[in-house]
């Protein structure tokens, strides 16, 4: 199941605490009006500091006082929503004994799980590594900037609509204008440190015209919004064969991006690594680097390496020695000047699993090491390296982005690495070994015939169905 996820915590005077697009699709019913009920306080705070104290800041003592006050209002349509806020609305609801319990069991999960708040985390002046989060853009993609400063973020992701419908309500001219402005107040180049993430729906290797069409729509809306925004990368996953002749897959996407390229000015086209293998492209660099090969503008390609993708696919990144021979052959095949950005992620599945289950920076079977170690490759200066890690406590992302540069200029035998390292990793020591169990098993049941078939239909009809619930991708969802 995807993880619900929450962005940056809530700034004193800044806007709304924000809620990742991806909890929608995935939340229990109880978690969604617990979501509900957060976003209300959050706007009844906003109404209270606007009223009372204009451009005030907010205690976090007033902060947790107005959540308990909210919790107690029965939602009615009195109170004021923005456009482009979740759809799941339970005000809407004529049940008015659903609605109690629902009040009920919101009271009773606040009560014991209130809302953590946390003061902003300040981000790392002068790092020449930039490190941040994928971020929401609920109610606004200019509230993207507001919570990956929240979390100290020097560079960040988000999702440009969502990346779970086809079709989404054009983006406002007046949304767009204040991201370009709070990329400037930010100091951020939007041209170079921010990078989307493509809907999960959209397969450019699809070879059914009228899915194809889809396909393409979806993708060139999105790299529209980017424009709009004055954002120059755009990341997406390559696609799927859907068993079909791979040659022939690769040369599809390819020809997408052409027509993508001459249909748009300058935003770079960004191919993601993939964990899974069989009919999913984009496992070993060879794909990557025929989908380029194809490229007719080759300044709108690039490719973001995905670590724990990486790992899954059995390029082991664990140590100097080989962080340096996997680097040397994506330099050989892909060519380092087509790298733009990096998704920094522990993974949960051993090497070669061909498993997308992102895992916390140092607790998963990458290790702190792998991390220290790609932190000093100074090749990566400058380039956005987003977290996609799974995030319980709002202050999750804001500790590992502080951890990650801790480790620029950090030797390997630094004892205070050494401890941290360690401690990490015992974290996650279970479910490492739950997970290797789990891997063995799998080999043995493999062992004597080759892959089913099955498993790949599955995951071919995920691609067509426009859902991405095959195993390969359960942990992407950022
Ligand atoms: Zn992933
Ligand atoms: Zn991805």
Redesign the pocket.
């Given at each position: 199941m995807p993880r619900p996820q929450r962005a940056a915590a809530a700034k004193a005077k800044s806007k709304p605490i924000d809620f990742p697009e991806s909890s929608e699709a995935s939340s229990s019913d109880e978690a969604a009006k617990t979501k509900v009920v957060e976003h209300k306080s959050v706007q009844v705070r906003e109404t209270i500091t606007a009223k009372e104290k204009p451009n005030s800041s907010v205690t976090v003592t007033k902060l947790e006082k107005t959540v308990k006050t909210t919790v107690k209002l029965k939602p009615k349509a009195g109170v004021k929503r923005k456009a482009g806020e979740d759809n799941d609305n339970d005000s809407n609801s004529d049940n008015e004994g659903q609605k109690s319990t629902i009040q009920k069991k919101v009271r009773a999960s606040t009560k014991k799980n209130p809302p953590t708040m946390i003061p902003a985390v300040a981000r790392t002046v002068g790092m020449k590594m930039l490190v941040g989060a994928h971020v929401s853009m609920a109610k606004g993609v200019q509230n993207a900037i507001t919570n990956s400063n929240n979390i100290g973020g020097n560079a960040f992701a988000l999702f440009l609509k969502s990346q779970r419908k086809w079709a989404s309500p054009d983006m406002k001219e007046s949304d767009a204008v204040a991201f370009r402005e709070a990329c400037k107040e930010s100091r951020f180049d939007p041209k170079r440190h921010i990078l989307p993430?493509g809907s999960y729906l959209i397969n450019l290797a699809q070879s059914d015209k009228e899915k194809a069409k889809q396909a393409y729509d979806c993708f060139i809306d999105d790299l529209k919004r980017c424009e709009r925004l004055g954002i120059g990368l755009y990341?997406f996953?390559p696609g799927s064969t859907l068993g079909l002749p791979r040659s022939e897959a690769l040369a599809r996407i390819a020809a997408h991006l052409n027509r993508a390229h001459k249909e748009t000015r300058f935003v770079k086209t960004v191919l993601?690594n993939m964990a899974g293998q069989g009919n999913i492209i984009g496992a070993n660099f060879e794909d990557l680097r025929d989908i380029i090969a194809d490229v007719m503008d080759k300044d709108r390609v690039g490719v973001c390496l995905?670590t724990c993708h990486l790992f899954a696919a059995g390029h082991d990144i664990r140590t100097q020695a080989s962080y340096d021979t996997v680097m040397a052959n994506f330099d050989r095949i892909v060519g380092r000047e087509y790298l733009v950005a990096l998704?920094l992620n522990d993974s949960k599945a051993p090497l070669g699993s061909n498993r997308d289950l992102h895992q916390n920076i140092g607790v998963g079977f990458l290790g702190l090491e792998a991390f220290r170690v790609l932190m000093n490759d100074k090749k990566l200066e400058g380039l956005p390296m987003v977290l996609?890690t799974p995030m319980k406590v709002e202050s999750t992302w804001a500790e590992e982005i502080k951890l990650l540069e801790s480790l620029v200029g950090t030797p390997g035998n630094d004892p205070d690495f050494l401890v941290k390292a360690a401690k990490l990793s015992a974290k996650g020591e279970e479910e490492r070994k739950a997970a290797e169990a789990a891997e063995k098993k799998k080999a043995i049941k493999k062992a004597p015939k080759p892959r089913k078939k099955g498993g790949k239909k599955q995951s071919e009809e995920s691609w067509e169905d426009g859902n991405t619930e095959d195993e390969a991708e359960h942990s992407?969802e950022?």
């Open positions: 993430h990341n996953h993601e995905d998704h996609e992407c950022h």
